[in-house]
């Protein structure tokens, strides 16, 4: 290794007879530190880690453990500070509070710009005012407001408002007036993370570097397992983390039967314990979720002429809302099964419904091309019509009540945005079947006749949506929903009678569960059990999926589905 | 069967399924009103919504041999007429691929008087 590094460049001669290695020894970014005889600076199998910066971020951790002694070993073993003298004594200073010091050490912190100089000492000056106010030390106090820090010409807002705290009688409106968390050496750490963030991260090393990097490093795993479906967080650092496919629901676990005719729509309540289901007999069902998961009957709800087409819960699920096919919407207690109240219009039906976030007022769409919003008293608030406005077959409102969306004609998603009151809308393609909502609030996937499943953001401005396909779909209305913990999957429905799971991120289909013996019509997800979700099928039942890890059910008890024939789905 | 998804046309001017009111086709899509169907007078159509199709059958009709299918209305299962698949004349190839209704299969909605 002879080449001579003073000036960078090794004799060409030289190099040819080396192999091209990291043994070549570069200048070192921290001069005057004695470097023992090592030569390799790059870690990792792609060379990519710098050794200095790694040793750094350990040292830091073991201090920020608590493991003093291992600690200053380490510096001097590997003979990599922490931090250089300077910043030691800096941060020293600062923990103290011996201001004026500090600010003689900043200043002599080299390769630092004007502007960063500027701010960290317009911190530290602050905090030194506050303090000598606090203290009652008024004249002092004025003193470095008028030489000290109106000399450094920044942030003259912030200036005149301490120059106000001079003024406040009492100490707490000091405190309550700028903010300020008092003096201390609580007070005094959270100024120097304040400064550190200021500052050059390669002067002072960001707090808790080490951790934040391995927490990086385990949300990357975890948006990469694709089957990853489970309330906890039970990540670990030994391995990998990667699911099983047993993590997905894929075994029926009950069939409920207790409708006539086909089943068309249903929906978990909000807090997971009642499922509610619309069908072709005119009637919807409230079925209670037991605590092992057993579904039961509770109320059968009837009252509609016409096939129920509809159903939406209440915020606070303490209401129901059916809606018939082109025909009234009918309100409901769910807690006993007696229909509160029928909202009519003389002219048309209504197709569907959706709840403001407060529970008391909510919205629907009909077949005379307006959106309506009444209240529970049976009064029309709003409506929203237009005459370039088309047939509204769904209408649906964001969990955060900023935005209503509908799907007017076939091939229009509007939305609406409810605060600013404008209004945008998305093109589809073809035509569109169903509507179904995030609870972020942000994302909306419809179901297209054209077979294929679409995934909008409506917040970014995106022209192209997230796809899905391999279902079938054609004649009739097929809904799709999110579901798992985090809304990592899309679930849709099919005409083939099997439901399809799709992974969201990349698009991959990853289970195909037969079972039903007609076309899927509608699935939903239970919003606070992630190993659970329903389908509705033509068959006339209702299929409720669960792991396949547990045992299926053999109750018996008085329910009008005791029957369970476990036709289990053999997954792809 | 499911829910069915009936297609809505915008444009105002719409012949629907006499039967069940559901959308057919628009106005603007006629081609010929000139046509002789099994029971009348018929239109022919470029585009038509929610029919299905039947299965294909060769036919002599007034115009010569054709393989045409029968289409139903979707929501109903009422024929409402047929769509040409091939045409084996010269002078009839421009029928293949569009559909016929017959006028007694068909109401008109919002069209100004």
């Known amino acids: ?572 | 069967m499911g829910q069915i998804f009936q297609e809505r046309l915008p444009g105002p001017r719409i012949y629907c399924c006499s039967n069940c009111q559901a959308h057919a086709a628009d106005y603007d899509e006629v081609v010929s009103k000139a046509f002789q169907g099994r029971y009348g007078r018929a239109y022919l159509f470029n585009k038509v919504v929610n029919v299905r199709l039947g299965p294909k059958e060769d036919r002599q009709l007034i115009t010569g041999l054709h393989t045409v299918n029968d289409i139903y209305c979707s929501c109903c299962q009422q024929v409402l007429g047929w769509r040409y698949e091939k045409a084996y004349e010269e002078k009839e190839k421009y029928k293949e691929g569009k559909y016929i209704i017959e006028k007694n299969k068909m109401t008109k909605q919002n069209f100004l008087k």
Not at chain 1, 248 to 266: G, K, S, Y
Request: negative net charge; glycine residues 8%.
């Open chain 1, 1 to 572: 290794m002879g080449g001579d590094t003073a000036n960078g460049a090794p004799p060409p001669k030289r190099m040819k007879l080396h192999m091209p290695s990291i043994e070549e020894a570069f200048p070192h970014p921290m001069d005057g530190v004695a470097v023992p005889a090592v030569t390799i600076d790059a870690l990792g199998s792609k060379g990519q880690i710098k050794k200095i910066e790694f040793t750094r971020i350990i040292t830091q951790a073991l201090y920020s453990l608590g493991y003093n002694k291992s600690a200053s070993l380490l510096e001097t073993e590997s003979g990599i500070p922490l931090h250089s003298a300077i910043i030691s004594q800096f941060r020293m200073e600062i923990l103290q509070g011996l201001w004026d010091e500090s600010l003689k050490t900043l200043h002599n912190l080299s390769h630092l710009d004007p502007e960063t100089l500027k701010s960290a000492a317009f911190l530290i000056l602050q905090q030194k005012f506050l303090e000598q106010l606090h203290r009652g030390e008024t004249d002092m106090a004025l003193k470095t407001l008028r030489s000290q820090l109106s000399k450094l010409k920044i942030r003259m807002q912030r200036l005149h408002e301490l120059a106000s705290c001079i003024i406040c009688p009492t100490r707490e409106d000091i405190l309550a007036k700028v903010e300020w968390r008092g003096g201390g050496a609580e007070a005094n750490m959270s100024l120097l993370l304040h400064l550190q963030s200021l500052l050059p991260p390669d002067i002072m090393i960001p707090e808790k570097r080490l951790e934040g990097l391995i927490e990086q490093a385990l949300s990357v795993q975890r948006k990469a397992c694709m089957f990853h479906n489970s309330l906890d967080q039970a990540l670990t650092l030994y391995t990998d983390h990667c699911c099983g496919r047993d993590q997905i629901p894929t075994q029926t676990i009950q069939v409920l039967d207790a409708h006539e005719d086909e089943v068309w729509f249903l929906q978990f309540s909000h807090n997971g314990k009642h499922l509610a289901s619309a069908s072709k007999d005119c009637t919807a069902i409230i079925w209670n979720v037991g605590n092992d998961d057993f579904v039961m009957l509770k109320h059968t709800l009837t009252g509609h002429q016409k096939p129920v087409a509809f159903v939406a819960w209440s915020p606070d699920d303490i209401m129901l809302l059916t809606c018939g096919t082109e025909e009234v919407v009918r309100l409901w207690n769910a807690e006993s099964g007696d229909c509160l109240r029928t909202y009519t219009k003389p002219t048309s039906g209504f197709t569907s419904c959706a709840w403001f976030p407060d529970g008391r007022k909510f919205v629907t769409g009909g077949g005379d091309r307006c959106i309506d919003m009444w209240d529970l008293n049976g009064n029309e608030l709003d409506s929203w019509k237009g005459v370039r406005m088309p047939r509204i077959t769904d209408v649906a409102i964001t969990s955060d009540g900023v935005n209503m969306v509908s799907l007017a004609g076939n091939k229009d998603i509007r939305i609406h945005n409810l605060k600013e009151k404008s209004e945008h809308v998305i093109e589809e393609e073809g035509s569109i079947t169903s509507l179904s909502f995030s609870n972020d609030s942000k994302h909306l996937l419809v179901n297209l006749s054209s077979q294929e499943i679409h995934l909008w953001d409506i917040t970014a401005n995106e022209k192209l949506p997230y796809k899905f396909k391999g279902h079938r779909q054609g004649r009739y209305v097929i809904r799709s929903c999110f579901g798992g913990s985090d809304h990592a999957f899309i679930v849709s429905g099919s005409e083939d009678s099997q439901v399809y799971i799709w992974h969201r991120g990349n698009g991959e289909l990853l289970e195909v569960l037969p079972g039903h013996a007609g076309t899927v019509n509608c699935v939903s997800w239970n919003p606070t059990n992630p190993h659970m979700f329903a389908s509705a099928s033509d068959d006339s039942t209702i299929r409720i999926w669960g792991l396949s890890t547990k045992a299926p059910r053999v109750r018996a008890t008085g329910t009008s589905n005791g029957i369970h024939p476990l036709i289990n789905g053999v997954t792809r």
